[in-house]
């Protein structure tokens, strides 16, 4: 019997091929970025060209690590953050992630906010001895959360925020980075790619001739085990779980989608969500609003997307999917 690997995506994704081709070349990269594991993989019948597309995948993740991280003093975010109010010359690159970014706050009513950060700042999931942030502090933070705080123009690449307000776009920049990575190769001659940045997948083409990707959901209850495969291609895909960052304290469990209305873990049925859509931006950002949601309006915001589906893993162990998410399930 053959035995399939898969790449399996959760909040944190452990990627394992599937053999390729004989008829194509195969090149993959792992590397650390945007304090998270990248790993990209591409197909296609020049191994030159593959070269040459890693090369140009590894040095736009360089390029934009530096433009996006909010703790490097010389990245845009960091000029955006310590503005004091000030006006921002950024990148356009930079202008474009946040406009994107707010375009999901807009619609999500705020429940995607990247206005997040002095609240999210006072909980670290990867401290070895977690704290629970002290209730009047989160109260302080929560008032300097407010998304139409941000003021981005995208012709003059300026942003602006209001005093007290600072941005962290990591909801959305793991998406946004692996689109236009996924646009830039592919100018170079490879049939296949996925790039994989944390979690969040671009998938551009397929493996080799009517071969499409084959991509496994881990289960939330047991990381060893795949709950669903599925087969993808020309698409994007993006897991959100509760269960990876996270920490139990006094017997309830603490993890890192913070509901910017209350300052605290969000409240949900949903123990993992995988987004299937047409960018990997998009899959990023309506798996938080999905969390964020719980189940039932989550499910209604999917059906009513172009182009979207999703598979909800709740909390009591059900799977619940959106009426066109089976054509991607691999039976």
Not at 242 to 263: A, N
Request: hydrophobic share 35%.
């Amino acid at each position: 019997m053959k035995t399939v690997r898969y790449i399996i995506i959760t909040a944190v994704i452990i990627p394992l091929l599937a053999g390729c081709s004989q008829k194509n070349e195969h090149l993959t990269r792992t590397a650390l970025y945007f304090d998270t594991a990248v790993t990209i993989d591409l197909y296609g019948p020049d191994e030159n060209a593959l070269s040459s597309a890693m090369d140009e995948c590894i040095g736009l993740c360089s390029h934009y690590e530096k433009l996006f991280n909010k703790n490097d003093d010389g990245s845009d975010i960091a000029a955006i953050n310590s503005s004091n109010g000030k006006t921002v010359t950024v990148d356009n690159d930079t202008a474009l992630l946040i406009k994107d970014s707010l375009y999901y706050c807009d619609i999500s009513d705020g429940l995607f906010d990247i206005t997040i950060k002095p609240v999210s700042d006072l909980w670290d999931f990867h401290d070895e001895n977690p704290v629970i942030p002290n209730e009047s502090d989160i109260d302080k933070a929560r008032r300097l959360i407010g998304y139409k705080n941000v003021y981005v123009d995208t012709k003059n690449n300026t942003v602006t925020l209001s005093k007290g307000a600072t941005i962290d776009p990591g909801g959305a920049a793991k998406g946004f980075i692996a689109d236009l990575i996924a646009e830039h190769i592919k100018n170079f001659n490879i049939t296949g790619a996925i790039i994989n940045i944390g979690g969040d997948m671009r998938i551009v083409g397929e493996k080799s001739k009517d071969a499409p990707f084959t991509v496994g959901i881990r289960d939330p209850f047991d990381k060893n085990n795949i709950m669903l495969p599925l087969m993808l291609s020309d698409c994007a895909v993006a897991t959100s779980g509760t269960y990876e960052r996270c920490f139990t304290k006094d017997g309830r469990l603490y993890h890192h989608i913070i509901d910017p209305s209350t300052g605290y873990p969000a409240d949900t049925d949903i123990e993992s969500v995988t987004v299937i859509t047409k960018d990997a931006l998009s899959a990023d950002c309506l798996g938080t609003v999905c969390i964020l949601l719980k189940s039932d309006k989550a499910k209604d915001l999917i059906e009513m997307t172009k182009d979207t589906e999703a598979i909800f893993i709740l909390s009591d162990g059900s799977v619940l999917s959106t009426s066109g998410a089976n054509a991607y399930i691999r039976q």
